[in-house]
Every structure is written in C-alpha cells, then in structure tokens.
C-alpha cells in the first residue's frame, strides 16, 4: 500500500511520525513523507522517502519577531503571528500537498496537518488515521492548551465549553485556507470543523503519548480516540541522522567523573544571552554542591566565548536517550518528545514552557508530582532556584521514577499505530 505522512511542525512532531513510517515500510508498504524544508535531509537520512511540504517552523520561531513573542508568552500574539506565516505560505503548502499526493492509497496525518490531510482525504477518497501529539480534542478532563491558566480548577462542563469554543475559532481563522485547499481538490466549500470532518470520516484519533500522563482521559475517550502510547525512536534511526554513540563518550566520560549533573536543555527557549543564563545556572548549581550539563541544542552560541567552572559542561547537540539516564535531573521547555525521553528515563523533570502544548505538559508535570514548571516569561533566579529545590527532592524522583516504570512496561507504541493504520486501510 501506498502510504502518504504530511508532517508539519518541529523536530517533536516529526520524529514520531518518521518512527511510524520505518515501521510501516519495514512491514512492506511504500512510505513518502511529506517534510517541512528544515527536515527533509533528517527524513531522507533515515531511509524513507521524503519530499518537501509545509513551512520551516523553527525559522519563524527563531527570528527576531518569533523570539520577542515566545519572549513575551503571549497566546494571542502566537497565535496571530503565525496566522501570518500561514497567509504566506498557504497557497504553495496546498500545491505541495496535491503534488506530493499522486497514487496516495493511504493517508496518516499529525496533529497539524490532520486539517489539510482530512479534506484530501475525502478528494481521494482513501482511508486515512491521525496521530495526536497532545489532547486536541474536547473533553471535560483538560481545557484546551492556552485556553486558561491550566492551574485554574475548571469545572468538567466547562472544560467542554471551551473546547466547543476553541474549535470554533480555529475553524473561523483557518476556514478559507481549507476551503481555498478543497477548491484546488474540486471539493465544495466546508463550514465544518477539522474534528466534526474527521468524524464524519470516521478518521481514528490515535493518541501517541502516554495515558499516564493524562489521567482520566482515555477512560473518557475510550475506544473512540485510542491511545497507542509514546512513539519510540530507535537507535538505529538515530544513528542515521548523526546522533551516534561514539560522539557522545566524551560527555558520558565527564559524567561518570562525578556526581550525576542536572541537564538544562535551552536550545529552543527565546535567550538572547546565553553567558549570563549559564552563569545563574552555575551559581545555582554551585550553592546545592551539583553540577551542570547545558545543551544549547543548535542555538546561536559564540561556544569559545563562554567561560565555565569545571562541575558546568556546555555541549550543542546531545541524544537524549543517551544522556538523561545519566542525569539527576532534567530542564527543558516541556516539548512532548523532549518530556517523553525525561519520563521515560525516570528523571525529574522542571519544565519552561514558552508556548503551544508545553504550558500543558509543564503543568501535567507538576500535577503528577515528578517535577516543576515555570512559564518562561517567569523564568527568574528565585523561581528557577525553587524549581530546582522541586526537581531534587527525594519524593519528586521516587514519582518520576514510578512513572517511567509504568512508560517502559507499556513500551513502544509505534506497532500499535501501525496495527491500527493497517487495520483501517483493509477497512
């Protein structure tokens, strides 16, 4: 069978879904991928196919304007910026779309673009599932992401409402580029939500993150919106994309030399200095006796220029996988990929949510009781040395610890997704 995976979005929606299409072509059908431009060579290296679809994401994030207003944590802001973006690129994202589309007899779509993939879908008249990166859908458990501060204690029915209210909104603010889509389609005009369409479709909602996180969610969902549990990415995929072993002998080296550190993961935060975030880190550090592994994940840092004690270690890009098993504790922006690789190596987790889902999952986190969470717009001496102080404590870990137990019995949910797209294609 030929199976179509349009991806938009960052590194953590694309991972899962390449760990998918792997899976997928290993069982003996014909995978394409469809990749924002900044992950095509990560897609190709892999072994699947890949062609370009969709904008460059992590471009519009690390402009000046993308860093001022992940800076400022406001949604509206977000969400009007890349509304912006879409305006730009809405048009040649469709034509990739319908290019990329030639002989699809199957089609498995993302959280963003389940949108897109949904009406095309129904112009090719093929089967299709989507994978869910986070609760997208109503439900009285969880107000949609962004919606309210997620600490507010919101009634269930009100948890409905707001998501009959969000979708309404993205279904004004998005409608003309669907309907702009399906005309190129030969579809008629929708005035439908993307959940009512994928509905009608009958298109299962697979949840790719684990239950545990969520609970009360997948007794409330049932079989409807199944969950299928974390996506794992094997070794071997990232040995292929250059995150290999070997490079990393060296850090684990100065790890195992003493204590287990704290990792702080900065590289998709908006920091304009670096120096003096790396410095509040070592005096942090210093003042509880711990040492540091910061991993500036790509960012634009002069690396020569940063002067660090011995018990700080500065790296770019590190395989988590590798890394967090070996840590006390980690701090990162609470991207899912990013909190899966944490939960599961049983670390305690402080998360700076900067925007979309983290604020969720940062506040999950701290729910669960297996870390801390500080929006980033509060991120500050006093509020990252309390987290800190959260994150080591004896209780957090032994929680942390319970739950990757739980993570790693459930397992890798990538044959489970793959049974399930299986099971929908022989229909």
């Given amino acids: 069978m030929r199976i179509l995976i349009p991806i938009v979005g960052s590194r953590g929606d694309v991972q899962p879904m390449v760990a998918a299409g792997l899976e997928l072509q290993r069982r003996g059908h014909t995978v394409l991928v469809g990749a924002p431009p900044n992950f095509v060579d990560f897609v190709a ?16 994030y690390s402009s000046p304007e993308g860093q001022r207003v992940l800076a400022a944590g406001n949604s509206a802001k977000m ?23 030639s002989g699809t ?3 498995v779509s993302i959280t963003f673009s389940e949108d897109r993939s949904v009406s095309l879908a129904e112009a090719l008249d093929v089967p299709m599932v989507t994978l869910q990166t986070y609760p997208s859908s109503k439900n009285s458990c969880y107000a949609p992401p962004s919606s309210l501060p997620h600490h507010w204690p919101t009634p269930r029915f009100v948890n409905r409402g707001l998501w ?19 005309a190129k389609l030969d579809l008629p005009p929708t005035k439908a939500s993307t959940e009512a369409a994928l509905i009608k479709r009958g298109v299962p909602e697979v949840q790719i993150y684990d239950p545990a996180l969520v609970p009360g969610l997948a007794e409330e969902w049932g079989a409807a919106r199944p969950f299928a549990g974390f996506l794992w990415f094997p070794r071997s995929a990232r040995e292929a994309i250059g995150e290999l072993a070997v490079q990393h002998a060296e850090v684990l080296q100065w790890i195992a030399d003493g204590e287990p550190p704290i990792f702080f993961g900065f590289g998709s935060m908006p920091i304009l200095d ?6 509040l880190i070592e005096q942090i550090c210093e003042r509880r006796g711990q040492r540091a592994l910061v991993g500036v994940d790509g960012a634009h840092v002069d690396m020569q220029a940063l002067k660090t004690g011995p018990n700080v270690k500065v790296v770019d890009n590190m395989a988590h996988d590798l890394i967090f098993p070996h840590c006390r504790a980690a701090v990162h922006h609470g991207g899912v990929g990013t909190l899966f690789e944490s939960a599961r190596a049983g670390v305690p987790t402080l998360v700076c949510s900067v925007s979309m889902d983290q604020p969720f999952w940062g506040h999950q986190v701290e729910q669960l009781g297996i870390g801390a969470h500080i929006p980033f717009p509060k991120l500050r001496a006093d509020t990252l040395s309390r987290g800190i102080d959260i994150v080591l404590d004896d209780q957090t870990r032994s929680r942390a610890e319970a739950l990757a137990v739980t993570i790693r019995e459930r397992g890798d949910g990538v044959p489970r997704v793959c049974d399930i797209v299986e099971k929908v294609a022989a229909g």
């Avoid at 290296?45 to 994401?57: C, E, I, M, Y």
């Avoid at 305006?87 to 589309?101: G, K, N, S, T, V």
């Fill in 105 to 107: 007899e199957m089609i």
């Fill in 164 to 182: 009959t209210v969000a979708d309404k909104l993205r279904t004004l603010l998005f409608r003309k580029y669907i309907n702009n889509l399906r």
């Fill in 79 to 101: 969400l009007a910026m890349v509304s912006r973006q879409m305006r730009e690129y809405a048009d040649q994202m469709d034509d990739e779309l319908i290019d990329i589309a």
């Fill in 274 to 279: 670096f120096g003096s975030v790396i410095g």
């Fill in 45 to 60: 290296n892999t072994g699947l196919a890949v062609r370009q679809f969709g904008p460059d994401v992590n471009a519009l």
